[in-house]
Every structure is written in structure tokens, then in C-alpha cells.
């Protein structure tokens, strides 16, 4: 808050160790806690701009999100070539 910026880091169901409380078993496909998420953080802070980043799992369930939004905007990059030296 410094910097006039909030940090939400979220967990995506049964990863990293976070408990499975629902019937529902893992899918990176399954976008609706994110949605969720989102959508109480928006509420939350309606004029904060909102920023995303993600790896491995955590991309998949991202991008899967931003496809289904009409009104999400995304630039995708790979740092993952520039951090190995090459690409």
C-alpha cells in the first residue's frame, strides 16, 4: 500500500497445498474460483486497475480465464527463454 498497490495472491483449488473443501476435483480448465476472486477484489477496489501474473498451473488457469473474458485485455510473454540464456 506504500505505493498505492494491493498484493492478492491466489491459490488455485488443491494446488501448492491448499486444501480441496468441494466435491469438485482439480482442473485447470475450472475458471470460476478465479472469477470469483476477481470479482470480489473488483468490488473491493472498483477503481484499482487490476494486474495478473502467473506460471505454470497457475498460467493455464489464467489464460483459460482471459479467453472466456470478452472484456479482459492480456499481453502473454514467456520469460522462461530469457531466464535459461536462450530461446
Do not use: W
Given at each position: ?6 498484493v492478492v ?79
Open positions: 500500500a506504500k505505493r498505492g498497490m494491493r495472491v491466489y491459490n488455485h483449488c488443491g494446488v501448492c497445498g491448499s486444501p480441496v473443501t468441494s466435491p469438485r476435483l482439480y482442473s485447470a480448465c475450472y475458471t470460476e474460483d478465479l472469477r470469483l476472486a476477481i470479482s470480489h477484489i473488483s468490488k473491493q477496489f472498483p477503481s484499482a486497475p487490476l494486474l495478473s501474473a502467473a506460471f505454470s498451473i497457475g498460467a493455464n488457469v489464467l489464460v483459460h480465464y482471459l479467453a472466456e473474458e470478452a472484456d479482459a485485455r492480456a499481453v502473454v510473454t514467456d520469460s522462461s527463454s530469457s531466464s535459461s540464456g536462450g530461446g
